[in-house]
T-cell receptor, first 115, second 116 residues
Framework: NAGVTQTPKFRVLKTGQSMTLLCAQD?????MYWYRQDPGMGLRLIHY???????AKGEVPDGYNVSRLKKQNFLLGLESAAPSQTSVYFC??????????????FGPGTRLTVL | AQSVTQLGSHVSVSEGALVLLRCNYS??????LFWYVQYPNQGLQLLLKYTSAATLVKGINGFEAEFKKSETSFHLTKPSAHMSDAAEYFCAVSVRQRDSSYKLIFGSGTRLLVRP
């Protein structure tokens, strides 16, 4: 099993450009998440999904949109990139059973720079 | 609101020395707590988690953590540091949301440096 994969690994954008980050998991997990990691701030939840066709906002959703058209994929979109969105983005997934103690499995991350 | 605080953004130890990484939580209900490790240029992976079954939790790579309700702490320890333990460590708490799903709230992380 590949686990959680993310595409691309690196990207440089200019302010105002758009892009989509792709996350895929092959573990048949119900829950998927998008986080951003900034120095000294840990990971912060952007959006999450509790199942195919459903999404919800996390702590820092502004400037991002998501879609979960297939159970195994979770897309994160930036419609008009801003320098404040320079960060490392991580996708994660987990089972929904006994959700309070579920382990989240993380992808390797996407390093995004917005100039 | 539930949260976790990690004391010390950087901890430096000699190889073979005790590792102690501190995590304190704030919660009005019994918390579910996690420690994740992030090696350079990689994603996070689970070290261990507290699920109320036992207060002393053993994880991978010789790490363990003890849940102390009286001190609201969940500190991570390892008796003898190895060079391969150099990484960033995150404490997290599981929080129930309005839609009955759960999300993780992460601490700011502690970078462990291991000196030869």
């Amino acid at each position: 099993n590949a686990g959680v994969t993310q595409t691309p690994k690196f990207r440089v954008l200019k302010t105002g450009q758009s892009m989509t980050l792709l996350c895929a998991q092959d573990m048949n997990h119900e829950y998927m998440y998008w986080y951003r990691q900034d120095p000294g701030m840990g990971l912060r939840l952007i959006h999450y999904s509790v199942g195919e066709g459903t999404t919800a906002k996390g702590e820092v959703p502004d400037g991002y949109n998501v879609s979960r058209l297939k159970k195994q994929n979770f897309l994160l979109g930036l419609e008009s990139a801003a320098p404040s969105q320079t960060s490392v983005y991580f996708c994660a997934s987990s089972y929904s059973i006994r959700g309070s103690t579920d382990t989240q499995y993380f992808g390797p991350g996407t390093r995004l720079t917005v100039l | 609101a539930q949260s976790v605080t990690q004391l010390g953004s950087h901890v430096s130890v000699s190889e073979g020395a005790l590792v102690l990484l501190r995590c304190n939580y704030s919660s009005s209900v019994p918390p579910y707590l996690f420690w994740y490790v992030q090696y350079p240029n990689q994603g996070l992976q689970l070290l261990l988690k507290y699920t109320s079954a036992a207060t002393l939790v053993k994880g991978i790579n010789g790490f363990e953590a003890e849940f102390k309700k009286s001190e609201t702490s969940f500190h991570l320890t390892k008796p003898s540091a190895h060079m391969s333990d150099a990484a960033e460590y995150f404490c997290a708490v599981s929080v129930r949301q309005r839609d009955s799903s759960y999300k993780l709230i992460f601490g700011s992380g502690t970078r462990l440096l291991v000196r030869p």
